[in-house]
């Protein structure tokens, strides 16, 4: 009995340890870019492709994972799903080419899916009055590991070099699958439902997105007008709609989508795609704006090695928010605390528009938006599990967490295309750039928040009527 109680209070702390891998892995993106092409010999554009390749392979293996964790098997899942993001992790660090650097990259996309069987594990296996909380938790781990995961790339990658801060994300998986094996309990869930897995719908939706995520990372290069990027967002457009076809008609889909019919449903997918991509816009330009020279007006002019260190802020702000929404959680609407992230993460753009040539306006800046985000992140996925069946719960909130990935790539795009046509002659992007590209996250964060506002007065309006 005491073995089971001990195993029950390890078990979320253990969870949030495995979830941490996708928060490192995440950090080895937009920090690293300029020393993967300094240390490959590649161009800058190519060396993105270290994003981009991680960005498509994540958004294939997110929903098959979520599907994947709905079954039986959700221990073996992760530990497979580690193993496969350790071997990645090791590859990159000894490349001895862009192109093997590559492959070790694509296989660290999985850990964006690793999220989706945590809280799948979590509803299985946690008390009944833990659930809604360990949710919340897992689900800003990720916002606020990044907080976490920059400054300590930024300091092994100043001081050793980039391979050191990918033998640093192996050595960290590695711990995660000893806990797991530790922790999580051996065998397989006899309370799932054993369903045949939707082949085709899952390679229908990988088809999609990776067309889809292909064609917005690659658009500011390309060029939106071009026939490149018109051709694959079409066929993108294509992939998708003959899913959702295949998807509503099938009997054990993917992805239920007849579950957006669902009010909060709907609502948690729709704010993810809005704030994952204000989101990016803001950490995205915050983070050049720290590396690049103060000649241009507005950088900071930091290291590699201190440049992590304004997403710390960003780290702090979303475990405050998070440990507010565990104990407010039962007296303040989940509905609610949307509008409210989103109040916070509009205000933070609006900041960072407004005032971004000191350090201490950037880490303020920062601190806002991890107040919004753990407090919007945290509701997305506890409405969805309040509102839909415990066998659908993988699933659902792995294609939340792919519309995030989905808004964060639109939000790099923007940012990108506006920063590539504000580039002055040293090849830094122009003051004018910068503030655009603010601007941009700073609306985009007021119409989620106004949308939000007036679905709420709807609501209220229907309930008194």
């Given at each position: ?68 964790s709905d079954g039986p098997h959700k221990k073996k899942l992760l ?387």
């Amino acid at each position: 009995m005491n073995r089971v109680a001990e195993t029950r209070s390890a078990m979320v702390p253990a969870l949030i340890y495995a979830a941490l891998s996708t928060a490192i892995v995440s950090s080895l993106g937009m920090l690293l870019v300029p020393s993967i092409s300094l240390e490959m010999g590649v161009p800058v554009s190519t060396a993105q492709w270290m994003l981009t390749l991680n960005l498509l392979a994540g958004a294939i293996a997110t929903p098959v994972m979520g599907r994947l964790s709905d079954g039986p098997h959700k221990k073996k899942l992760l530990l497979v799903s580690l193993t496969i993001i350790l071997a990645g992790s090791i590859i990159a660090a000894v490349a001895p080419n862009f192109t093997i650097f590559l492959i070790g990259r694509a296989l660290q996309g999985l850990s964006y899916g690793i999220v989706a069987v945590t809280i799948s594990l979590a509803r299985r296996y946690v008390a009944e009055h833990q659930v809604q909380g360990s949710i919340s938790s897992l689900s800003v781990t990720v916002a606020t590991g990044i907080g976490i995961g920059y400054p300590l790339t930024g300091i092994i990658a100043g001081m050793t070099g980039f391979r050191f801060a990918f033998w640093f994300a192996a050595l960290f998986v590695l711990t995660a699958i000893i806990v797991v094996i530790r922790v999580i309990p051996d065998g397989p869930d006899e309370h799932a439902l054993k369903t045949p897995f939707d082949s085709k719908g899952a390679t229908l939706l990988g088809l999609g997105l990776g067309t889809l995520l292909l064609g917005i990372s690659e658009g500011p290069h390309w060029g939106w007008s071009s026939l490149s990027t018109i051709s694959v967002l079409i066929l993108a457009a294509a992939l998708l709609l003959v899913w959702i076809r295949v998807e509503l008609r099938s009997e054990h889909p993917l992805i239920n989508l007849r579950v957006f019919r669902n009010g909060d449903v709907l609502l948690a997918n729709l704010t993810a795609i809005g704030l994952g991509a204000a989101m990016y816009i803001g950490l995205s330009v915050a983070s050049l704006v720290a590396q690049s020279p103060a000649t241009t007006g507005y950088g900071l002019s930091l290291p590699v090695f201190w440049a992590g260190f304004v997403m710390f802020p960003l780290s702090v702000g979303s475990f405050t928010a998070n440990r507010l929404v565990r104990r407010l959680g039962r007296r303040i609407s989940l509905a609610t605390l949307l509008p409210v992230g989103a109040a916070f993460m509009a205000s933070a753009g609006t900041l960072l528009w407004l005032a971004h040539t000191q350090l201490w306006e950037i880490l303020l800046g920062m601190l806002v938006f991890g107040l919004g985000m753990g407090a919007a992140y945290a509701a997305m996925p506890a409405l969805i599990a309040r509102s839909v069946a415990t066998q659908e719960l993988g699933s659902s909130v792995s294609f939340n967490q792919v519309l995030r990935t989905i808004g964060s790539s639109f939000g790099t795009a923007i940012s990108g295309a506006v920063i590539a046509a504000h580039t002055g002659s040293d090849h830094h992007a122009t003051g004018t750039g910068i503030n655009l590209s603010f601007e941009i996250g700073a609306v985009l964060c007021l119409v989620v928040f106004v949308s939000l506002l007036v679905n709420a007065g709807v609501k209220r309006s229907h309930r008194a009527s």
